[in-house]
T-cell receptor, first 114, second 115 residues
């Protein structure tokens, strides 16, 4: 499986600000995804990060709130914009090395919005 | 639409006990993947197993075993001789049998293993 890192690992932010989370993989991967895990809850897919094109968002998530970039096959960013306390969550990126393979997850970014 | 139900929310056992975590799924697809992931207190999600719907053979890996019953749409996970390090949240998940398919997760089961 690929080695996945995320930065920052955790952060405390003020409402109204934005935070960009980075996901770096040690090898080229085909698919990259971003998930949100609200406190005590399960994981929900935010979007699929497409290399060289706009991300594909799930119902309930919009680009203005969660802009995503994927400039190459090893890196992606997720920005949480204009944050509110409801955005306090763990944000996880996951990757599929090859299409149809198992998704492996990064260590997650714990975000607390005050 | 796909759905994964983990009816148990919290389970507490004493070390060395066996414990079974239940997972029931719903899907209209005839082919699909089932997964179990472990989330220890540190927060990362650790992959445990992937099973495709073609393969109903049970699987054993050390103290872990999985029972896939397509007839009852269940994919249960048993830990034998549990250890304190098994304490974590365990998620069952489902995906379609195609490229770029998202994972649909259950709500997770919090397992506490007491010494």
């Amino acid at each position: 499986s690929a080695v996945i890192s995320q930065k920052p690992s955790r952060d405390i932010c003020q409402r109204g600000t934005s935070l960009t989370i980075q996901c770096q993989v040690d090898s080229q991967v085909t698919m990259m995804f971003w998930y949100r895990q609200q406190p005590g809850q399960s994981l929900t897919l935010i979007a699929t990060a497409n290399q060289g094109s706009e991300a594909t968002y799930e119902s309930g998530f919009v680009i203005d709130k969660f802009p995503i970039s994927r400039p190459n096959l090893t890196f992606s960013t997720l920005t949480v914009s204009n944050m509110s306390p409801e955005d306090s969550s763990i944000y996880l990126c996951s990757v599929e090395r090859l299409v149809g393979e198992t998704q492996y997850f990064g260590p997650g970014t714990r975000l607390l919005v005050l | 639409a796909q759905k994964v139900t983990q009816a148990q929310t919290e389970i507490s056992v004493v070390e060395k006990e066996d414990v079974t975590l239940d997972c029931v799924y719903e899907t209209r697809d005839t082919t699909y993947y089932l997964f179990w992931y472990k989330q220890p207190p540190s927060g990362e999600l650790v992959f445990l197993i992937r099973r495709n719907s073609f393969d109903e053979q049970n699987e054993i890996s050390g103290r872990y075993s999985w029972n896939f019953q397509k007839s009852t749409s269940s994919f249960n996970f048993t830990i034998t001789a549990s250890q304190v390090v098994d304490s974590a949240v365990y998620f069952c998940a489902l995906s379609e049998f195609r490229a770029n398919s998202k994972l649909t997760f259950g709500k997770g089961i919090t397992l506490s293993v007491r010494p």
